[in-house]
């Protein structure tokens, strides 16, 4: 099983979302990740993180509410926002950290 610090600083880059149970926006986005999740597999990772059961990695990146997304790509953060945002904000913005050449 692989960590949370292995995965964020491997080759594909990483869509976190920073969650939790209780979020009514969280919950407006959770077919949104799953969509994307799906659509992109092989070239994106995509990790649910809910903010009540890993409060350590949540003050971590600071997260100050929910919905978050963090786009990781080989450790450094490439693009973050917080609150709900339609499906295709995600994916543009998934779609511009695969573009960058490696070493950007």
């Not at 610090?5 to 969650?19: A, T």
Request: proline content about 7%; hydrophobic content about 45%; overall charge neutral.
């Amino acid at each position: 099983m692989s960590t949370f610090r292995e995965i964020i600083n491997g080759d594909i880059p990483v869509l976190v979302d920073f969650y939790a149970e209780w979020c009514g926006p969280c919950k407006t986005m959770a077919p949104f990740i799953k969509s994307i999740a799906s659509a992109m597999e092989g070239e994106v990772r995509v990790l649910k993180v809910d903010v009540d059961k890993n409060p350590a990695a949540a003050q971590a990146y600071n997260i100050q509410g929910v919905p978050s997304f963090i786009i990781f790509k080989r450790g450094v953060i490439c693009w973050r926002q917080a609150g709900a945002m339609p499906e295709h904000v995600l994916k543009e913005a998934l779609a511009e950290v695969l573009r960058e050449k490696p070493g950007r």
